[in-house]
């Protein structure tokens, strides 16, 4: 091999050569590892709702639904939680104009489950993009109005459930657009059993009556 390479009459400094090289080549791969720009969702909130006024001394948030925060239950990576969502509407929604009573609303199921579908298998699947997942979703709360002895003098609890599908190898982006769909359209069910169980369940505790 010897006499391959042709002899060059130049010389240079292998720091200078070396250091510009290296600092590029640091950029190029930084470059190449920032994290994609967060995903951006409408915000979900209630606040362009008018508000229900209670003849109530406080208004309580509480949950008797706790999270696996684990398979199959993914509702902790959505990007706007069932769990957060009903306690935003309560906030947005729920006043307490003053009296001697409570008002509590209660979070009792606020999941998303991931159920496993069956797909073509062999040859024939490997051409077929087929619906892998079901998110099964749930959203209930109790919504009751309890005296200064903790007695229960009205309540009302409203359920909403929401089933999406997921084809095979769906991206995580398009994954949360699902999660965020079903969210809001629990959301949307929910407050629509709230407003039209108003007046027959909490007649007597809503303001102007």
């Given amino acids: 091999m010897r006499g391959f390479w042709p002899k060059a009459n130049f010389r240079f400094s292998g720091y200078r050569f070396i250091v510009p090289v290296f600092t590029a080549f640091l950029a ?3 470059s190449g590892c920032e994290s994609a720009p967060p995903r951006a969702f409408p915000d979900l909130t209630f606040a362009h709702l008018s508000p229900i006024n209670f003849k109530v001394g406080r208004i309580d948030i509480s ?3 706790i999270p696996p925060l684990k398979e199959p239950n993914v509702e902790h990576l959505a990007p706007v939680t069932p769990y957060g969502a009903i306690r935003r509407w309560g906030e947005h929604r729920l006043r307490a104009i003053g ?3 409570v008002a509590n609303l209660i979070i009792l ?3 998303i489950r991931a159920v ?3 797909t073509t298998s062999g040859i024939k699947g490997l051409f077929l993009r087929e619906q892998s997942l079901r998110y ?3 959203a209930s709360f ?4 309890r005296d200064s002895r903790g007695r229960q003098r009205a309540f009302l609890t409203v359920r909403s459930k929401y089933d999406g599908t997921a084809v095979e190898g769906t991206s995580i982006a398009d994954r949360e657009k699902i999660w965020f769909k079903i969210v809001d359209e629990m959301m949307k069910e929910l407050n629509a059993q709230i407003q039209a169980g108003l007046p027959q369940h909490f007649g007597a505790y809503l303001a102007g009556n």
């Fill in 109 to 111: 199921d606020a999941s």
């Fill in 28 to 30: 190029l791969a930084l």
């Fill in 63 to 65: 949950t008797r639904y």
């Fill in 136 to 138: 099964e979703a749930r």
């Fill in 116 to 118: 496993p579908l069956k």
């Fill in 142 to 145: 109790l919504l009751e109005i």
């Fill in 99 to 101: 009296g001697d009573h």
